[in-house]
């Protein structure tokens, strides 16, 4: 019997372990907050720069962009080397945008749900397309182009960050972006 408590201990305790050192720096912001006496996210809102918010909804936006054009590409694309790019973009943007909300929801900041105007114009244009010449301008548009655009913003965009933690997010976006840019540039050779 007292092993048995003993266990459950150590599992509970391992299992709260296991929770905070995954959390990690994401909780710093708000035991930071609470130290300070802050009033929770609306004090952290009220910290974050028009620069900071405007980089976390860019950033927010592009991964759901791109998140969107690969779906269709999953089901659409005939090359198998267009498919494992889709699935690539469909895995990184959508941990990317798993990151964003997290910050961003710490930080009071409210977010795009759906693919902008001109993405949601290029989806109605993929969907219309088949075979190759879907892969063409999959590739082109989702691939090089958004990804040239993606980078272009989040070089902008890093010049006006302040707070801490949107600028980690810029840091470690950038590199994966321009991964797939490059990846994309050398499939439509």
């Not at 009220?46 to 991964?63: H, P, V």
């Not at 590409?73 to 494992?84: G, I, P, R, T, W």
């Amino acid at each position: 019997m007292q092993k048995s408590k003993t266990l459950k201990g150590l599992l509970a305790a391992s299992a709260v372990a296991a929770l905070f050192s995954a959390v990690g720096v994401q909780a710093q912001p708000q035991t930071n907050a609470a130290q300070s006496g802050a009033a929770g996210q609306t004090e952290s809102s009220a910290r974050l720069s028009s620069g900071d918010e405007k980089a976390l909804k860019d950033m927010a936006q592009a991964n759901i962009n791109e998140v969107a054009a690969a779906k269709i590409a999953l089901s659409k694309a005939e090359s198998s080397d267009v498919k494992a790019f889709a699935q690539k973009m469909v895995d990184d943007h959508g941990a990317a945008l798993t990151k964003v909300q997290s910050v961003a929801q710490q930080k009071g900041v409210t977010l795009p749900t759906e693919p902008d105007a001109q993405h949601k114009a290029m989806v109605d244009k993929l969907e219309k397309q088949s075979g190759d010449a879907f892969d063409k301008m999959y590739m082109e548009n989702a691939g090089t182009k958004d990804h040239q655009m993606v980078l272009s913003k989040l070089q902008s965009d890093a010049k006006n960050i302040k707070d801490a933690d949107v600028k980690a997010l810029a840091d470690a976006h950038t590199p994966v972006v321009e991964q797939h840019l490059k990846t994309a540039q050398e499939m439509n050779k």
